[in-house]
Nanobody, 115 residues
């Protein structure tokens, strides 16, 4: 089993930046994929970005050019740098780990973009 702990959420003005971090309780296998998902009120959970063990990345069209996902396999962490934030980015952001033994989710961290 893996425990995931997110941090870094908060309130930011439109155009601002936030950096989310997710710490995993164990080292990842080479098949591991880490991802950030979000769920806004009244909407379905959606993929924001994901990254493979060796660094291949995928982004939702809505965040391309603004968000950047990265990971540090030695530290068992994955980060999401969010720039040029918009009100529509407001959501609870979840970290997800997909590994050989299943899928694991963090508890979520709130991101609110508002003036």
């Amino acid at each position: 089993q893996v425990q995931l702990v997110e941090s870094g959420g908060g309130l930011v003005q439109p155009g601002g930046s936030l950096r989310l971090s997710c710490a995993a309780s164990r080292s990842a296998y080479r098949t591991n994929v880490m991802g950030w998902y979000r769920q806004a009120p009244g909407k379905e959970c959606e993929l924001v970005a994901r990254i493979s063990y060796i660094g291949y990345t995928t982004y939702a069209d809505s965040v391309k050019g603004r968000f950047s996902i990265s990971r540090d396999n030695a530290k068992n962490t994955v980060n999401l740098q969010m720039n040029s934030l918009k009100p529509e980015d407001t959501a609870v952001y979840y970290c997800k780990s997909t590994d050989w033994d299943g899928e694991y989710w963090g508890q979520g961290t709130q991101v609110t973009v508002s003036s």
